[in-house]
């Protein structure tokens, strides 16, 4: 029987040009589904004749050319491509926040295929099999939770005596009336399973990291959390040997030693992770990887061999700042004690993302505010990446059970289920009309919140971290706290840009439009007499000045590598995006004061700096000699290496007269070895290269 799996379409919500063209929507497209892989390489392992369908890719090439209009209807278009490929039978995995729009393709995808199988699986569908097969007929079956060895089972019924009922987890039809079959055991020995099927898709192809799953089951309760309706509490690990076969193989075929280890609870069970690491370093094979893990779960003696297996990453769900609220949500961490695993990760060099949730029912603002403070202490971390969240409701959760009868839809209402600037007009037709199939599209009531302040907050806290973290500490540490602050923000933003709706408000808090007005805002306030907050607007004033008035003229001529001869009619220029400036302040020593809770020391002279490109969307930020900001202030494109020389030597008087063309060369090289210029040979330097004398002057000069 022919199969074709489909992934979760994550990325589709994503409509607008800007967003689609973003490298984090990019980068997400190419995120792997490991269930989907799995699946396929049970059913490749059993003889099945199976290919994937990647509907972020689909997505990605459908939307690039066609823009906002076309986007609407990628529905139709999804479903025609899965069309093409006639399979007999399609399995779609689900997830809470695409689930609207793999429902709406599916139903296409009947029109074109009438009788092909159409079978959901995954999260989302495994808690709403009832519901969806009720409201969905043209969706024929639901298989819950795991699948690796249900899925084959199913298989065999379906071309065969179809006595469904033997299929554990299976949810089907019997005429009218549905039919769910109990829960398939959870999947022992997962190391079992074969590897992922990578072989069938492009995931790997030019990526830095690959996913691996590491282990199953949650044994813990937490009532927001959804992990435990599908893969249950039970516990279970894949062997360290098992781990290291599959980053070998990947090394080997796709040259990556870098490593995403999927599991939500991986050090609940310490002599486990103690052999899993052990096991690393003695393999000798230098992978390093990533990791999930509760700060209850760790220490400071497991976080050093962690470290020294090659573990580069840690994501922490803290969630919530306050004791009350991890009582109410079951989730019982010590927050004091959560702030010193942040502190002993961040001293090991390890990166850490802090994810924090807002916007449950029994919050006040002073919960929010001690969660903000476990936000505001993971920014002072230079390797942590904190992360606000807003609540969504998620099927069948002790917390949708709890407040199901009073849920309220809004619009963008939580970053959880929907992150894009708008909402597609027909998924948002089934999420009104089965809010028992999209609870996670509402809002729990917050009596004691103001909705709108939370939405804005959350959009605040993102942007303002991502644009400028450091004064965002500053003003953190130099005032009540930043809740306080953004609180006066607000008012101040209702003034200044009134009757902005949820749409507008997410797109003004992308734009320049939020850096120029929140710091011309700050400059007004209290805060401005503190230090640190005095100089990072400094920062921010020179930065923007400096880009604003870059203009980079790009030379005809062919690009140099380094380590070319350079000759005097040689163009150098600055990079893209690479700027200078220049401050009284010594920057580093304000963020190093910042990190340990102090006020920066008096810093004298000026002190020079460089931006670099990291990625499309960030910088990354230098300090550098006057020698070298003079030099690069040169490098405009108009001026040669001869120009060049001339002009920076005369602003050199501390160096002996005829050394100083030398170090201007040295100065030139290192910094075409920093990235920070690009060096072009026009016509006329290669022309001037062919007359012996007019080389070997250029050398001595040299």
């Not at 990325?11 to 040009?17: I, L, Q, T």
Request: charged share 25%; aromatic share 8%; net charge neutral.
């Amino acid at each position: 029987m022919s199969v074709c799996l489909v992934t979760a379409p994550i990325v589709a919500e994503f409509a607008d040009p800007a967003e689609v063209a973003s490298r984090v929507v990019a980068r997400t497209a190419r995120d792997p589904q490991l269930g989907i892989l799995s699946l396929a390489a049970v059913l490749e392992a059993w003889g099945e004749g199976v290919r994937i369908v990647d509907l972020n890719d689909l997505y990605m090439r459908y939307a690039a050319p066609a823009g906002p209009p076309a986007v609407a209807e990628f529905a139709e278009a999804a479903a025609g491509a899965l069309a093409k490929n006639g399979s007999e039978l399609y399995g779609f995995s689900s997830i809470c926040s695409s689930y609207p729009l793999t429902i709406r393709i599916a139903k296409r995808l009947r029109l074109f295929r009438p009788n092909a199988k159409i079978l959901f699986g995954g999260p989302q569908a495994s808690v709403v099999d009832l519901q969806t097969l009720a409201a969905f007929p043209f969706i024929d079956f639901v298989l819950r939770g795991e699948a690796e060895q249900t899925l084959p089972l199913f298989l065999d019924q379906l071309r065969g005596e179809r006595n469904f009922g033997c299929v554990p987890g299976l949810t089907y039809r019997i005429g009218p009336e549905l039919r769910r079959n109990l829960k398939a055991p959870v999947i022992e020995d997962l190391d079992a399973l074969p590897s992922p099927a990578y072989h069938l898709t492009d995931y790997l192809h030019g990526a830095d990291k690959a996913d691996l799953e590491l282990g199953r089951g949650c044994p813990f309760a937490c009532t927001f959390c959804s992990t435990n309706d599908f893969f249950r509490r039970r516990f279970r690990l894949r062997s360290p040997e098992r781990i290291l076969r599959d980053m070998r193989m990947i090394a080997s075929t796709y040259s990556i030693r870098d490593f995403e280890l999927v599991h939500d609870m991986f050090t609940v069970d310490r002599r486990r992770v103690d052999e899993f690491c052990q096991a690393m370093i003695a393999s000798g094979d230098g992978f390093t990887w990533s990791c999930s893990a509760r700060t209850d779960c760790i220490d400071e003696e497991l976080l050093e061999l962690m470290a020294r297996a090659g573990c580069e990453g840690i994501f922490y769900g803290v969630e919530v700042g306050s004791t009350k609220m991890q009582k109410v949500i079951d989730k019982h961490l010590d927050t004091k004690r959560a702030r010193e695993i942040i502190e002993a990760t961040e001293r090991l060099g390890i990166t850490s993302t802090v994810s924090l949730i807002s916007g449950f029912p029994e919050e006040t603002w002073d919960d929010i505010r001690q969660t903000l403070s476990v936000f505001m202490h993971s920014a002072r971390c230079s390797h942590s990446d904190p992360q606000l969240n807003l609540l969504a409701p998620l099927a069948e959760t002790p917390l949708y059970a709890k407040h199901r009868n009073t849920l309220i839809l809004e619009a963008l209402c939580s970053d959880m289920s929907h992150q894009s600037r708008s909402q597609n007009f027909a998924d948002l037709q089934l999420i009104r009309a089965y809010p028992e199939i999209f609870p996670n599209f509402y809002v729990i009531p917050t009596p004691h919140l103001e909705r709108g302040a939370l939405r804005e907050l959350w959009e605040f806290m993102l942007m303002a971290t991502a644009r400028f973290r450091w004064l965002l500490v500053a003003l953190d540490q130099s005032t009540s706290g930043i809740l306080d602050f953004f609180m006066a923000w607000r008012e101040h933003r209702l003034r200044l840009r009134p009757n902005l709706g949820p749409s507008d408000l997410r797109h003004y808090y992308r734009t320049h439009d939020f850096r120029a007005d929140f710091v011309a805002f700050v400059r007004a306030q209290e805060a401005v007499r503190a230090p640190a907050v005095k100089a990072l607007l400094d920062y921010e004033d020179a930065l923007r000045h400096s880009a604003a008035a870059v203009r980079r003229i790009m030379p005809a001529g062919d690009r140099l590598t380094q380590g070319s001869t350079l000759l005097p009619d040689d163009i150098p220029v600055r990079c893209n995006r690479t700027v200078i400036f220049e401050l009284a302040h010594h920057i580093q020593r304000v963020v190093d004061a910042l990190k340990l809770r102090k006020k920066p020391g008096r810093s004298q002279g000026t002190h020079f700096y460089v931006t670099r490109p990291v990625s499309a969307a960030t910088a990354r930020i230098d300090q550098i000699s006057d020698w070298m900001a003079y030099l690069l202030r040169l490098c405009d494109g108009r001026r040669s290496i001869r120009d060049i020389v001339k002009e920076l030597s005369a602003q050199l008087p501390e160096v002996q007269a005829s050394l100083r063309a030398y170090v201007c060369m040295r100065v030139l090289e290192g910094a075409q070895a920093e990235q920070f210029i690009e060096i072009y040979r026009t016509a006329r330097a290669t022309k001037s290269a062919g007359r012996g004398p007019a080389k070997l002057q250029a050398r001595k000069a040299a």
